[in-house]
């Protein structure tokens, strides 16, 4: 309790007569305001997600951001772990890197990128270049060989920097590759097959040779029926 009206009298609180709930509930106010003090929102970035929205933010000294403000039933656990698998990620220079994470505010803080790859495929008719096409399987294999598997093939979560490296991003679904259940190369083989349907889906009659012959025959024949 001491320790408690200390801190809220070094930031300006009145704690007379307050209670130690009433005091813990308003240093968490005071330290709510501050972290929306820190990050000023500027625009959502895409679509509102399945757990949370993504703001472009800034910083008083003029620095960009993006910031995930998750759902308020989104699990610290959950959070937690998408944190770690995309750190781990990061690390290898296939996601961006986070700044920051809070589980009590239910926040991350990360690097902001510059353009995501399905608004760069709709301005081009669905269309995807082979240099892009392989570097979504550098992408696959890399994560293959980390032992993370992504697990959401969307076109809006694959993200170009400012000089047009491509990066994967939210790392929600994804979990440690499992071999008796996922096989040693999921996103190679899971990843791009599913990505492959989507872009069908998308951009119907498009064609993108360098992802298609990287998949194995049984996974060939299940995007050949879907073609029919």
């Known amino acids: 309790m001491r320790e408690l009206k200390k801190l809220a009298r070094n930031s300006g609180i009145d704690t007379t007569g307050m209670s130690r709930a009433t005091l813990e509930y308003e240093i968490a106010k005071l330290e709510d305001t501050k972290v929306k003090n820190v990050y000023q929102p500027i625009a959502q970035l895409g679509v509102k997600g399945r757990d949370g929205k993504v703001f472009l933010?800034?910083?008083?000294?003029g620095r960009t951001y993006a910031k995930k403000q998750f759902r308020g039933n989104r699990s610290a656990s959950a959070i937690k772990q998408e944190?770690?698998?995309q750190k781990e990620a990061a690390s290898v220079g296939l996601?961006?890197?986070i700044k920051e994470y809070s589980l009590k505010d239910k926040y991350i803080v990360?690097?902001?990128?510059?353009k995501d790859m399905y608004s760069k495929m709709q301005k081009r008719g669905g269309k995807l270049s082979q240099k892009n096409q392989r570097e979504i399987l550098r992408l696959f294999k890399l994560l293959d060989k980390i032992g993370i598997f992504h697990k959401d093939p969307n076109p809006l979560n694959f993200m170009f920097d400012e000089v047009g490296q491509l990066f994967i991003i939210d790392f929600g679904f994804s979990t440690r590759i499992d071999v008796k259940k996922d096989?040693?190369?999921p996103?190679?083989?899971?990843?791009?097959l599913g990505l492959l349907l989507k872009f069908k889906a998308l951009f119907p009659g498009v064609e993108y040779p360098i992802l298609v012959k990287s998949l194995k025959p049984q996974l060939?024949?299940?995007l050949d029926?879907?073609?029919q």
């Not at 990360?110 to 510059?114: I, N």
């Not at 996103?187 to 791009?192: C, E, G, L």
């Open 95 to 97: 996601a961006p890197k």
């Open 183 to 185: 096989g040693a190369t």
């Open 83 to 85: 944190v770690m698998l």
């Open 57 to 61: 933010v800034k910083t008083k000294s």
């Open 225 to 227: 029926m879907n073609k």
């Open 220 to 222: 060939l024949a299940i």
């Open 187 to 192: 996103n190679k083989d899971q990843m791009t």
């Open 110 to 114: 990360m690097e902001a990128l510059d």
